[in-house]
């Protein structure tokens, strides 16, 4: 069974330039998920969708941070303009019942 | 206190050794929890679920301490492959602990 994909792997960016992530979930997962995780720290939800409604996105960051799953499957994590505490790994993870099955993360550098 | 912590380690110990962390939680309405293994540079991966009941797998049990609000990992018999950062978590808010690290040596 095909796991979470994520891409790009890598990104390095400039401080006020945006990125895009893309990710795809494990097929037939209603819930995905995306997490930062900062080196040293756990990982920290951004926001969950439930299909392609949003049922938590309280510690995403509106000013700069956006996220959509139009047809309930794909999902797309956009940051406009990035800032260098922004650098971090950002996971996507998805879900059927109660266990999260995380991508392998794409890593962000912003200089 | 945050909802959820853990001791960051590293817990050093040598192969064959028995270890166990805890994990404490704030918010006594958690019902789910987990433990997730996170090798460097790599994705967490599901180790276990915590059940109120306990739960063993070969060389691992996890533990649910309700009334202390914890959890528990042991591990047995500890494999140079264990070493890797172990990482909690609560179902019902998603959050994660910073993670303990564990390092075997031969």
């Known amino acids: 069974e095909a796991g979470v994909a994520q891409s790009p792997r890598y990104k390095i960016i400039e401080k006020r330039q945006s990125v895009a992530f893309w990710c795809n979930p494990i097929s037939g997962h209603a819930?995905?998920?995306?997490?930062?995780?900062i080196l040293g720290q756990g990982p920290k939800l951004l926001i969950q969708f439930q299909n392609n409604g949003v049922v938590d996105?309280?510690?995403?960051?509106?000013?700069?941070?956006?996220?959509?799953?139009?047809?309930?499957v794909d999902s797309t994590l956009k940051i406009q303009p990035a800032?260098?505490?922004?650098?971090?790994?950002?996971?996507?993870?998805?879900?059927?019942?109660?266990?999260q099955y995380f991508g392998p993360g794409t890593r962000l550098t912003v200089t | 206190r945050k909802e959820v912590e853990q001791d960051p380690g590293p817990f050093n110990v040598p192969e064959g050794a028995t270890v166990a962390f805890n994990c404490t939680?704030?918010?006594?309405a958690s019902q789910s929890f987990f433990w997730y293994r996170q090798d460097c540079r790599k994705e967490p991966k599901l180790l276990m679920s915590v059940y109120s009941s306990g739960n063993e797998d070969?060389?691992?049990t996890a533990q649910l301490n309700r009334a202390s609000q914890y959890i528990?990992?042991?591990?047995?018999?500890?494999?140079?492959?264990?070493?890797?950062?172990?990482?909690?978590?609560?179902?019902?808010?998603?959050?994660?602990?910073?993670?303990t690290m564990l390092l075997v040596s031969p």
């Not at chain 2, 528990?72 to 959050?95: F, H, M």
């Open chain 1, 31 to 37: 819930t995905l998920y995306w997490y930062q995780q």
């Open chain 1, 57 to 72: 996105d309280s510690q995403l960051p509106k000013d700069r941070f956006s996220a959509e799953r139009l047809k309930g």
């Open chain 1, 83 to 99: 800032k260098l505490e922004d650098s971090a790994v950002y996971l996507c993870a998805s879900s059927l019942e109660n266990v």
């Open chain 2, 25 to 28: 939680y704030s918010n006594s």
């Open chain 2, 58 to 60: 070969g060389r691992f």
């Open chain 2, 72 to 99: 528990s990992l042991l591990i047995r018999d500890s494999k140079l492959s264990d070493s890797a950062t172990y990482l909690c978590v609560t179902r019902s808010t998603l959050t994660f602990g910073k993670g």
